[in-house]
């Protein structure tokens, strides 16, 4: 069982940039891969970035389209917590943010290991 808690969200003005954090603790195997998800009001969940890293090779991202450029996706493992800075934030991030553990499913998607815990509110007025 892993326990993850997101923080970090808040009401932000258009262009304006917020650091979100996935902090991780309980019992849970070693993973390789991290990712954030969000949920807009009435929308299905969406996948939003990706980290991937391994002791000897370092580590790589991935992003959706519309976060690209204006997103990035880092981790402190010594912490247990992964981060997601957004910049230049628009109204159309607003959302319920999410992590979760990821793994590379067969059509190049990233699928959600782990039961959602309660997100973080990201609102993004205009």
């Known amino acids: 069982q892993v326990h993850l808690v997101e923080s970090g969200g808040g009401l932000v003005q258009t262009g304006g940039s917020l650091r979100l954090s996935c902090a991780a603790s309980g019992r849970t195997l070693s993973t390789n891969a991290m990712g954030w998800f969000r949920q807009a009001a009435g929308k299905e969940r969406e996948f939003v970035a990706a980290i991937l890293w391994n002791l000897w090779s370092g580590y790589g991202t991935s992003y959706t389209d519309s976060v690209k450029g204006r997103f990035t996706i880092s981790s402190d493992n010594a912490k247990s917590t992964v981060y997601l800075q957004m910049n230049n934030l628009k109204s159309e991030d607003t959302a319920v943010y999410y992590c979760?553990?990821?793994?590379?499913?067969?059509?190049?998607?990233?699928?959600?290991?782990?039961?959602w815990g309660q997100g973080t509110q990201v609102t993004v007025s205009s």
């Open positions: 979760n553990a990821v793994k590379r499913g067969p059509g190049g998607d990233y699928v959600p290991l782990g039961s």
